[in-house]
């Protein structure tokens, strides 16, 4: 069955990077564009980034463009996510969530999660 | 980018209540509306997508309406295991992909 299995979190100072992963099972990413949605301690969900299924494009949410960067290796079927440049307003659970399809846009796997904390 | 506002904040029900929750969006999404459901340290769950269709295991009695800017998911008989937190979602015209704040829905 699918799964997504996050790891990589955890705390950071800020200015220092992190590398998040997420490794999928039960399908190809190839066949599937992939996100990470993050949430903010006690708030709401926020889109973050979107990897293209066939790894031609990739988009940030603003807050994040020029600090985060996604990849992937399809060999290992996992998603990463680079994280440099962290700043507090980074701490948050984060999610790797597959799309409905090639781009529909909204989600549905989601992994575990794992926690980032940006603090000195 | 697309605003999304959840209506209310809190709803307090009893179990078997019906349970009404609202989401509107700051300019029309035509039917591009997701609803997920997270219970504490929990990811979320796709529950509907296209603004009325359950996704794959969904039970009946969840049901999504609504077109352009107001939406309303509804719980026709609310069971122990629905009292969680439920998010809307727009993925109409492009990115970025926002949320609303989401309504948490706990035993009165």
């Known amino acids: 069955q699918v799964q997504l299995v996050e790891s990589g979190g955890g705390v950071v100072q800020p200015g220092r990077s992190l590398r998040l992963s997420c490794a999928a099972s039960?399908?190809?990413?190839?066949?599937?564009?992939m996100h990470w949605v993050r949430q903010a301690p006690g708030k709401g969900l926020e889109w973050v980034a979107l990897?293209?299924?066939?790894?031609?494009?990739?988009y940030y949410v603003d807050s994040v463009k020029g600090r985060f960067t996604m990849s992937r290796d399809i060999s290992k079927n996992t998603l990463y996510l680079q994280m440099d440049s962290l700043r507090a307003e980074d701490t948050a659970v984060y999610y790797c969530?597959?799309?409905?399809?090639?781009?529909?846009?909204?989600?549905?796997?989601w992994g575990q999660g794992t926690l980032v904390t940006v603090s000195s | 980018e697309i605003l999304m506002t959840q209506s209310p904040a809190t709803l307090s029900m009893s179990p078997g209540e019906r349970a009404t929750l609202s989401c509107r969006a700051s300019?029309?999404?035509?039917?591009?509306l997701a609803w997920y459901q997270q219970k504490p340290g929990q990811a979320p769950r796709l529950l509907i997508y296209?603004?009325?269709t359950r996704a794959t295991g969904i039970p009946a009695r969840f049901s999504g309406s609504g077109s352009g800017t107001d939406f309303t998911l509804t719980i026709s008989s609310l069971q122990s295991e629905d009292f969680a937190v439920y998010h809307c979602?727009?993925?109409?015209?492009?990115?970025?992909?926002?949320f609303g704040g989401g309504t948490k829905v706990e035993i009165k």
């Open positions: 990897f293209y299924y066939d790894g031609s494009k990739r």
């Open positions: 979602q727009q993925y109409h015209q492009g990115l970025p992909l926002t």
């Open positions: 296209g603004a009325s």
């Open positions: 300019q029309s999404v035509s039917s591009n």
């Open positions: 039960g399908f190809t990413l190839s066949n599937y564009g």
């Open positions: 969530a597959r799309d409905y399809g090639y781009n529909y846009g909204f989600f549905d796997y």
